[in-house]
């Protein structure tokens, strides 16, 4: 099961994106993807700050845009949402606080990836990705790229 960090999703739907040429090509090997609903929440307020504008000038409706752009995202990487509990990936993200010194959301998604017991985590986050030896050797975890 790979789990996908919302720097991934972003970076595959949008085609402009710095990232979206490697993105693409990470899809193919990818074989069972998931995202949790942090990450939906991630991605409704990415569209909601960088909306499409040719979607946003045809219907001038930015919520309709936003759900549009987000629908669009998940589908196009092809994700499932998984269901976790929030309390006990809350919890062992707070263990993991002092371990691996990221940002609170990033804490989140790797103790989500954990807790549903995600081989690899497919993530452009430079933070994330620095922890690529210690997330592999201390939980089983590959990071891609």
Do not use: C, Q
Not at 57 to 66: A, G, H, R, T, Y
Not at 102 to 127: P, Q, R, S, Y
């Amino acid at each position: 099961m790979e789990y996908l960090d919302t720097s991934y999703i972003i970076s595959l739907a949008v085609v402009d994106d710095v990232n979206h040429g490697e993105a693409v090509k990470i899809k193919e090997k990818i074989v069972e993807p998931v995202a949790s609903k942090l990450t939906v929440i991630e991605l409704y307020a990415y569209y909601s700050r960088n909306p499409d504008r040719e979607l946003l000038e045809f219907s001038k409706n930015l919520k309709l845009v936003v759900e549009s752009s987000v629908r669009y995202s998940l589908m196009k990487a092809g994700a499932k949402i998984v269901e976790a509990s929030l309390d006990k990936i809350l919890n062992h993200a707070r263990e993991l606080a002092v371990e691996l010194k990221l940002k609170t959301l990033d804490l989140i998604h790797v103790a989500t990836a954990i807790n549903i017991g995600a081989e690899t985590i497919v993530t452009f986050d430079k933070d994330i990705r620095r922890l690529r030896e210690k997330l592999y050797h201390r939980y089983g975890i590959t990071i891609i790229p």
